[in-house]
């Protein structure tokens, strides 16, 4: 079974500083990758996706992932953080041979933005 | 319309009580989903609907009963819950991944369960 690791609970990090938040996966084969935040007593909201093509994924407010398959990471990255940024995000798997509905989750990482 | 709509909001019960949550999307998704989230966890796959067919329980205890009566709807029958159970229930949906689509879920705002 796909299992995801999220490997910082919580980020601290002042406005304007770039930010990573790193997440590492159990397996390179077949997979489908999501990054999605979560604000306070609010669902979740899709910030990028990679499922296949071109290693570097732009995403939404000035996301962006790298999907590294020697290193099974997936990495979310964004140069310039602010105040609004402040959530959780989640990463996510799914096993494309499993026909890509079951979506597992890391445990999140809450970035709080510092000003 | 990119919305998932769930109903209620909030919802306190006791445990000899029987509820209802309510889910609704008109994107034309044919997937639909509750996910189960305690505080600060993540989400917790709990079952998949395809083509309003059950086809993921993961292993749920019978206590919550779901049901899929067209494929806009998607309800949670809550009977003889827990204070255990007290969580944040999503549902989300998404186009069915046979047919080729990137399969996104869209989240609903959730349903905050308490069971006293």
């Given at each position: 079974?796909?299992?995801?690791?999220?490997?910082d609970?919580?980020?601290p990090?002042?406005?304007e500083?770039?930010?990573?938040?790193?997440c590492?996966?159990?397996?390179?084969?077949?997979?489908y990758?999501?990054?999605?935040?979560?604000?306070?007593?609010?669902?979740?909201?899709?910030?990028?996706?990679?499922?296949?093509?071109?290693?570097?994924?732009?995403?939404?407010?000035?996301?962006?992932?790298?999907?590294?398959?020697?290193?099974?990471?997936?990495?979310?990255?964004?140069?310039?953080v602010?105040?609004?940024?402040?959530a959780?995000?989640?990463?996510?798997?799914?096993?494309?041979?499993?026909?890509?509905n079951?979506?597992?989750?890391?445990?999140g990482?809450?970035?709080?933005?510092?000003? | 319309?990119?919305?998932?709509?769930?109903?209620?909001?909030?919802?306190?019960?006791?445990?000899?009580?029987?509820?209802?949550?309510?889910?609704?999307?008109?994107?034309?998704?044919r997937?639909m989903?509750?996910?189960?989230?305690?505080?600060?966890?993540?989400?917790?796959?709990?079952?998949?609907?395809?083509?309003?067919?059950?086809?993921?329980?993961?292993?749920?205890?019978?206590?919550?009963?779901?049901?899929?009566?067209n494929?806009?709807?998607?309800?949670?029958h809550?009977?003889a819950?827990?204070?255990?159970?007290?969580?944040?229930?999503?549902?989300?949906?998404?186009?069915?991944?046979t047919?080729?689509?990137?399969?996104?879920?869209?989240?609903?705002?959730?349903?905050?369960?308490?069971?006293?």
């Amino acid at each position: 079974a796909q299992s995801v690791t999220q490997l910082d609970s919580q980020v601290p990090v002042f406005e304007e500083a770039p930010v990573e938040l790193r997440c590492n996966y159990s397996s390179s084969v077949s997979v489908y990758l999501f990054w999605y935040v979560q604000y306070p007593n609010q669902g979740l909201q899709l910030l990028l996706k990679y499922l296949s093509g071109s290693t570097l994924v732009k995403g939404i407010n000035g996301f962006e992932a790298e999907f590294n398959k020697s290193q099974t990471s997936f990495h979310l990255r964004k140069p310039s953080v602010h105040i609004s940024d402040t959530a959780e995000y989640f990463c996510a798997v799914s096993d494309r041979r499993m026909g890509g509905n079951k979506l597992v989750f890391g445990a999140g990482t809450i970035l709080r933005v510092k000003s | 319309d990119t919305e998932v709509t769930q109903t209620p909001k909030h919802l306190v019960m006791g445990m000899t009580n029987k509820k209802s949550l309510k889910c609704e999307q008109h994107m034309g998704h044919r997937a639909m989903y509750w996910y189960k989230q305690k505080a600060k966890k993540p989400p917790e796959l709990m079952f998949v609907y395809s083509y309003e067919k059950l086809s993921i329980n993961e292993s749920v205890p019978s206590r919550f009963s779901p049901e899929c009566p067209n494929s806009s709807l998607l309800n949670l029958h809550l009977h003889a819950l827990q204070p255990e159970d007290s969580a944040l229930y999503l549902c989300a949906s998404s186009q069915e991944w046979t047919s080729g689509n990137t399969g996104e879920l869209f989240f609903g705002e959730g349903s905050r369960l308490t069971v006293l």
